[in-house]
């Protein structure tokens, strides 16, 4: 990010982010214990997505290129099939106005409504990749496995017992029995 926005990283942090070094900062606990800590690597920046959002917008809107129209409704795209060349927006008054880009981002989520703008102008629907997360993982993965269906509740763990025995009942799957 540093290197698209020089300062954003001390921006953020003078506007409430928190620095936590990796690995130094991070503590984790696995079936033999905590891991020890190393000296810091690296680092992330830790805040809410408001705040990493205002932020950003301040700085982007800060360049001398960039132009933030505030009380728009987007309407759709402009240009063709071969390429898109602004979009075409709703101002407050209630008229319209194409704006000129040569870059166009949509950044509006999941409710976008991209694919129709695209498929007005002609454009080609893109090839869709699907992935079935439900599948065995591969060969030479970590060994993420789903958890087996005859355990009602989400604490039991072969290499925890103590977490097993607080429920008398019911006990622990071996690992060969739960897919371990």
Same mark, same amino acid.
């Given at each position: !990010?540093?290197?698209?926005?020089?300062?954003?990283?001390?921006?953020?942090?003078? @506007?409430?982010?928190?620095?936590?070094?990796?690995?130094?900062?991070?503590?984790?606990?696995?079936?033999?214990?905590?891991?020890?800590?190393?000296?810091?690597?690296?680092?992330?920046? &830790?805040? &809410?997505?408001?705040?990493? =959002?205002?932020?950003? +917008?301040?700085?982007?809107?800060?360049? =001398?290129?960039? /132009?933030?129209?505030?009380?728009?409704? #987007?309407?759709?795209?402009?240009? =063709?099939? &071969? +390429?898109? /060349?602004?979009?075409?927006? +709703? !101002? +407050? $008054?209630?008229?319209?106005?194409?704006?000129?880009? $040569?870059?166009?981002? $949509? @950044?509006?989520?999941?409710?976008?409504?991209?694919?129709?703008?695209?498929?007005? #102008?002609?454009?080609?629907?893109?090839?869709? $990749?699907?992935? =079935?997360?439900?599948?065995?993982?591969? @060969?030479?993965? &970590?060994?993420?496995?789903?958890?087996?269906?005859?355990?009602?509740?989400?604490?039991?763990?072969?290499?925890?017992?103590?977490?097993?025995?607080?429920?008398?009942?019911?006990?622990?799957?071996?690992?060969?029995?739960?897919?371990?």
């Amino acid at each position: !990010m540093e290197e698209l926005l020089p300062g954003v990283t001390a921006a953020w942090l003078a @506007a409430g982010a928190r620095r936590i070094p990796l690995p130094t900062g991070f503590v984790s606990l696995t079936a033999q214990g905590w891991l020890r800590r190393w000296p810091e690597m690296e680092f992330m920046i &830790s805040c &809410s997505r408001d705040l990493l =959002d205002s932020v950003l +917008r301040d700085r982007v809107a800060a360049m =001398d290129r960039v /132009t933030v129209v505030d009380g728009t409704e #987007l309407l759709g795209l402009e240009g =063709d099939a &071969s +390429r898109v /060349t602004g979009v075409r927006v +709703r !101002m +407050r $008054d209630g008229g319209q106005r194409v704006l000129p880009a $040569d870059l166009v981002v $949509d @950044a509006s989520g999941r409710g976008s409504r991209s694919t129709l703008w695209l498929d007005a #102008l002609g454009v080609a629907p893109a090839r869709l $990749d699907e992935v =079935d997360s439900d599948s065995p993982t591969p @060969a030479g993965s &970590s060994g993420h496995r789903r958890a087996p269906r005859t355990i009602p509740w989400s604490v039991c763990s072969p290499t925890r017992r103590s977490l097993c025995r607080a429920a008398p009942r019911r006990s622990c799957p071996s690992r060969a029995d739960a897919g371990w």
